[in-house]
């Protein structure tokens, strides 16, 4: 019974999160509308960590498996990444590898920083 | 019977969670990192379509089932997020100098690239938002002229090589601190990296949770002026 609740309550925000897409021209999708909404609610007591958290974990727990549909549609585009197959695969492994590097080192850099200005 | 496997409501669904199941069985089997279920299962999955001559489409519809909770499982990411409020307010200055660093390389690679190899303009656009959410980066590439099916199979292609390699990485180049490894990977490999680093520990699975909404924000603010860099 629980379940339907918790899963009642995210896919409120999930709506909630499509409509504010529909309204507001920004280039945001409506999942990191609700993602926000559903953050805000929690922080603010509106939404308690125990009336979501089971749901979400599940749907967390599952996430890679949401992606097969999606890349399963890689076979749709043979002939056109036949033609763009190098630029494709840097992009993918070198230029992956780059960002996330950037990414972790620039983060870690200030908070160490920060760290031996407070000693 | 023909009729189950084009019309039907479920095979779809079926065919997609046996083919995951399955990778997740083989990766026990083998214990290897590249037998990744999502990379296993989507292969299964290629080759059962092919074999069997049934169109994308036909599966893409009766798979709607699965890839509908995308929605759901994304505002999720709001729960893990949550509890590790601490971490992110503490760290807030750091997290978004990482994110957006991640960014920059990101773009700026691509556009590198993009002049290295001359690529096509619809090509290179289709790069541009790689390393970000499909919902964000397929909408970016379809506004700016892109191929959105090409950048949905690039991001996807992304996370998955983002997921088996993000640990190798953050040894490599020396990224200790738990929020630096989930600021990396969810900047580089969206919900699919997420997955990996929510596995690293609670820390990096809410920092990578939160890199995939700034990333994904930043890079669609982003794209549009890169467009104009490009050859």
Redesign the interface.
């Known amino acids: 019974m629980s379940y339907i609740f918790q ?1 009642l309550r ?2 409120v ?2 709506f909630l ?1 499509e409509i504010l897409h529909a309204l507001l021209p920004l ?6 509308y ?3 909404l ?2 805000a609610a ?2 603010a007591g509106a939404v308690k ?1 125990e009336q ?2 089971d ?3 599940f ?2 727990a ?16 043979g002939p ?2 036949a ?2 197959w ?3 695969v ?19 850099a ?3 920083r ?1 760290e031996a200005r407070h000693g | 019977m023909a009729e189950l496997l084009t019309q039907g409501a479920v095979w ?1 669904t079926l065919l ?2 046996g ?2 199941a399955l990778g997740t069985l083989l990766q026990k089997k083998t214990g290897r990192a590249w037998c ?3 990379l296993l ?2 292969l299964f ?2 080759l059962f ?2 074999l069997c001559r049934i169109p ?1 489409p036909d ?2 519809a009766s ?2 089932l ?2 509908g ?15 590790q ?1 601490e971490a992110l307010r503490k ?1 807030t ?3 978004l ?3 957006v ?2 960014a920059v ?2 773009i700026g ?2 556009l590198l ?2 002049w ?2 001359r ?2 303009r619809a ?2 656009v289709s ?1 541009l938002p ?2 970000v ?4 980066g397929a ?2 590439s379809a ?1 700016l002229g892109g ?1 959105p ?2 950048t ?3 991001i ?8 088996l ?2 640990q190798t ?2 040894r ?2 020396r ?3 738990p ?3 989930g ?3 969810g ?3 969206h ?2 990296g ?2 990996r680093a ?1 596995e690293l520990g609670p820390v990096e699975g809410a920092m990578s ?1 939160l ?1 995939i ?1 700034v ?3 930043l890079t ?2 982003l794209c549009p002026l890169a467009v104009r860099l490009l050859p």
């Open positions: 899963f995210i896919l925000f999930c999160g280039p945001i999708p409506a999942s990191i609700g993602l926000a559903l953050l929690l922080k960590l979501v958290k749901a979400a974990g749907l967390i599952v996430f890679p498996l949401l992606f097969v549909p999606g890349a399963a549609g890689i076979m749709e585009l056109l990444l033609e763009v190098l630029p494709v840097l992009a993918v492994a070198l230029v992956t590898v780059l960002v996330m590097a950037a990414a972790g080192r620039v983060t870690q200030v908070i160490r920060k | 779809g997609t969670i083919a995951f990744n279920p999502l299962g989507s999955v290629i379509l092919r994308y599966y893409q798979a709607g699965v890839s909770l995308l929605l759901p499982a994304t505002v999720s990411l709001a729960v893990p997020l949550y509890e409020w760290n200055a750091a997290i100098s990482g994110i660093a991640g390389v990101s690679a691509v690239l993009a290295a190899f690529t096509d090509a290179a790069l790689k390393s959410t499909t919902a964000i909408d970016v506004e191929i099916a090409l949905t199979a690039v996807i292609l992304t996370g998955i090589f983002g997921n390699t993000a990485v953050c490599c180049f990224i200790t601190d929020v630096a490894r600021v990396g990977i900047s580089a490999a919900a699919i997420t997955a929510m949770s890199s909404a990333a994904g924000v669609a603010l």
